[in-house]
C-alpha cells in the first residue's frame, strides 16, 4: 500500500507540474479532479500503513516493558503474507552468535486479530485474539533469550496475564485470558512446544504471582 501511496503522490505532482509548465501564456485549465483524485488515493493507500506502524510501536512497547530490554516487533504486510508458504504464526531470527535478536515479526493474521484485541473491551476476546496475545507473549520469551520451544512455550504461558495487562486488559481479564490459553490452547500444542516440567513446582516454573495455572 506504501507503493501505491507513493506513486499517487508522485502522479499528482507530475499533473501539477505538468498543468504549471504549460500554463505560461496557454491559460490551461488547472486539472484539479485528476490532481484531487491522485492525492485522494495517496491519501487513502497511506492510512493503513500509519495504522500498522502505530501497532507495531505499541506491540513493541508491550514487549520491551515484559522482557525489561528494548525490541522491535513488526507485523506482517497484506503482501509478505500472500507470498508466505510458514506455518508458524511468530518468528525470531537468531544472530551470527546463536542468539535471538531483539525484533520478531508477527504474521498478518495474528496482528489483525492483536489489533482487534487493543479495540476491544479485552472482557470476552475471541479465541483468535487469545491466541495472538500469546504469539507475542511467545516471541518475547525467545526475544529475552530462550531458544527452546518448549521453554518459551511454558514462559510464555506464565506470563500471559502480564502481557494482555500491558495491552490494556483489567487484571481480571488478563488472568482469564491466560488461564483460557493454558486450559484450551497448550494442551494441544506439537510435542517440541510442550514439557512435563511446564507445571506448579516443576522446573520451568517461574513462581510468579499471577501464572495461568494459578486461575485454572
Excluded at 492510512?47 to 510501536?57: C, E, F, G, H, K
Excluded at 508458504?85 to 531470527?93: F, H, M, Q, R, T
Excluded at 511454558?154 to 493454558?182: I, K, N, V
Aim: with cysteine; charged share 15%; proline share 5%.
Amino acid at each position: 500500500m506504501f507503493d501505491v501511496s507513493v506513486v499517487a503522490a508522485l502522479a499528482a505532482a507530475a499533473l501539477f507540474l505538468r498543468w504549471l509548465l504549460s500554463t505560461r501564456g496557454s491559460g490551461t485549465a488547472f486539472p484539479a479532479i485528476s490532481v484531487g483524485s491522485c492525492a485522494v488515493i495517496a491519501v487513502v493507500a497511506t492510512l493503513p500503513v500509519v495504522v500498522r506502524a502505530n501497532l507495531d510501536s505499541r506491540l513493541g512497547h508491550a514487549a520491551s516493558k515484559l522482557i525489561g530490554t528494548p525490541v522491535k516487533v513488526n507485523c506482517q504486510t497484506l503482501t509478505g503474507s500472500a507470498l508466505d508458504l510458514g506455518n508458524e504464526l511468530g518468528w525470531v531470527a537468531w544472530g551470527p552468535d546463536g542468539r535471538p535478536e531483539h525484533k520478531t515479526l508477527i504474521k498478518h493474521a495474528q496482528c489483525n486479530d492483536l489489533q482487534a484485541y487493543l479495540d476491544s473491551s479485552k472482557h470476552h476476546p475471541s479465541d483468535v485474539q487469545v491466541q495472538a496475545v500469546h504469539v507475542l507473549t511467545h516471541e518475547s520469551m525467545h526475544m529475552a533469550g530462550n531458544t527452546s520451544e518448549a521453554v518459551a512455550e511454558c514462559y510464555a504461558t506464565q506470563h500471559d496475564t502480564e502481557m494482555a495487562e500491558l495491552l490494556g486488559a483489567s487484571p481480571a481479564d488478563a488472568r482469564q485470558l491466560a488461564m483460557r490459553y493454558w486450559a484450551l490452547f497448550y494442551p494441544r500444542m506439537p510435542d517440541a512446544y510442550t514439557s512435563a516440567d511446564c507445571r506448579p513446582g516443576g522446573s520451568l516454573d517461574l513462581h510468579l504471582a499471577t501464572p495461568a495455572w494459578a486461575s485454572a
